[in-house]
C-alpha cells in the first residue's frame, strides 16, 4: 500500500500504526486518503468513544477536510456526554456538524452547518451490527424526517471477513445536488458511524473503509 501522508504529532516512519483510510468514489477511483491522528493509548483505552482528528488529503497529499472529535461517551443510556463531530473545509475553517440527538434505543444526529443551524437528520437502527448478515444502514432524512435524501451504510462483507478482520466498507449516498459542504460532513458523519462500530484496535492494527 502507498505510504500513509506523514503524523503531524509523531515520528516519522510510524504512519501504518495510525487508523488509516481509502476514500472511493463509485467507479472505485481512490479521490481521498484520511489518516487519523490519536493516541495510541486513547485507542486502547477509550476505544471507540476516543477523541481524534481525522486528516482527508487529496491524491497529491494536500489536507482539504479535517473532523475533529472530543472524547464522548458511547452510551444511549447517557444523555450528558452525546458524541459530536466538527467538519472543517479547509482545515481551521468549520462548515459543520454533527451532533447526537438523545434517544433512549436508536442512534440519531442531527446535521448543522457551519453556523450550527440544523440542516438534516441522520438516524441508525437500534442494534449497530452486521454479525448476523446484511447491511448497517443509518438513513438521512429531512428535519421533520419525512423524506429520505440519503444513507450512509456499513456493507456486509461475508462472515470470515467480519470475524476475523478490521476491515469494513462504508457507502455514502446523497443526492449529486446536495451543498457541496453538506457532503463534506456527511464524510464527517461516515467517520463518525465508523468509531461507533468498530472494535477496540490494538496499537498496531488498521482499518481501511472504501466510501463511495
Given at each position: 500500500?502507498?505510504?500513509?501522508?506523514p503524523?503531524?504529532?509523531?515520528?516519522?516512519?510510524?504512519?501504518?500504526l495510525?487508523?488509516?483510510?481509502?476514500?472511493?468514489?463509485?467507479?472505485?477511483?481512490?479521490?481521498?486518503?484520511?489518516?487519523?491522528?490519536?493516541?495510541?493509548?486513547?485507542?486502547?483505552c477509550?476505544?471507540?468513544?476516543?477523541?481524534?482528528?481525522?486528516?482527508?488529503?487529496d491524491?497529491?497529499g494536500?489536507?482539504v477536510?479535517?473532523?475533529?472529535?472530543?472524547?464522548?461517551?458511547?452510551?444511549?443510556c447517557?444523555?450528558?456526554?452525546?458524541q459530536?463531530i466538527?467538519?472543517?473545509?479547509?482545515?481551521?475553517v468549520?462548515?459543520?456538524?454533527?451532533?447526537q440527538?438523545?434517544?433512549?434505543?436508536?442512534?440519531?444526529?442531527t446535521?448543522?452547518?457551519?453556523?450550527?443551524?440544523d440542516?438534516?437528520?441522520?438516524?441508525?437502527?437500534?442494534?449497530?451490527?452486521?454479525?448476523?448478515?446484511?447491511?448497517?444502514?443509518?438513513?438521512?432524512?429531512?428535519l421533520?424526517?419525512?423524506?429520505?435524501?440519503?444513507?450512509?451504510?456499513?456493507h456486509?462483507?461475508g462472515?470470515?471477513r467480519?470475524?476475523?478482520?478490521?476491515?469494513?466498507?462504508?457507502?455514502i449516498?446523497?443526492?449529486?445536488?446536495?451543498?457541496?459542504?453538506?457532503?463534506a460532513?456527511?464524510?464527517?458523519?461516515?467517520?463518525?458511524?465508523?468509531?461507533?462500530?468498530?472494535?477496540?484496535?490494538?496499537?498496531?492494527?488498521?482499518?481501511?473503509?472504501?466510501?463511495?
Open positions: 500500500m502507498p505510504a500513509p501522508p503524523l503531524l504529532n509523531g515520528p516519522p516512519g510510524l504512519e501504518y495510525s487508523q488509516v483510510y481509502e476514500i472511493k468514489n463509485s467507479f472505485g477511483q481512490r479521490i481521498y486518503f484520511a489518516a487519523e491522528d490519536s493516541h495510541f493509548c486513547s485507542r486502547n477509550c476505544g471507540p468513544s476516543r477523541p481524534f482528528t481525522l486528516r482527508i488529503t491524491n497529491l494536500q489536507e477536510i479535517t473532523v475533529e472529535r472530543p472524547l464522548r461517551c458511547s452510551s444511549c447517557c444523555p450528558c456526554c452525546l459530536e466538527e467538519i472543517q473545509a479547509p482545515p481551521g468549520p462548515i459543520g456538524y454533527v451532533t440527538t438523545w434517544y433512549p434505543y436508536l442512534k440519531k444526529f446535521i448543522q452547518n457551519q453556523k450550527g443551524e440542516v438534516l437528520k441522520m438516524s441508525g437502527p437500534c442494534i449497530m451490527c452486521s454479525c448476523c448478515g446484511g447491511d448497517v444502514d443509518f438513513e438521512i432524512t429531512s421533520d424526517e419525512q423524506i429520505v435524501v440519503g444513507r450512509i451504510s456499513k456486509w462483507t462472515i470470515l467480519e470475524a476475523f478482520t478490521d476491515a469494513d466498507n462504508f457507502g449516498y446523497f443526492p449529486r445536488n446536495l451543498d457541496v459542504k453538506m457532503k460532513v456527511l464524510i464527517g458523519a461516515c467517520f463518525l458511524i465508523v468509531s461507533l462500530l468498530l472494535l477496540i484496535l490494538v496499537t498496531d492494527g488498521f482499518s481501511r473503509s472504501i466510501l463511495k
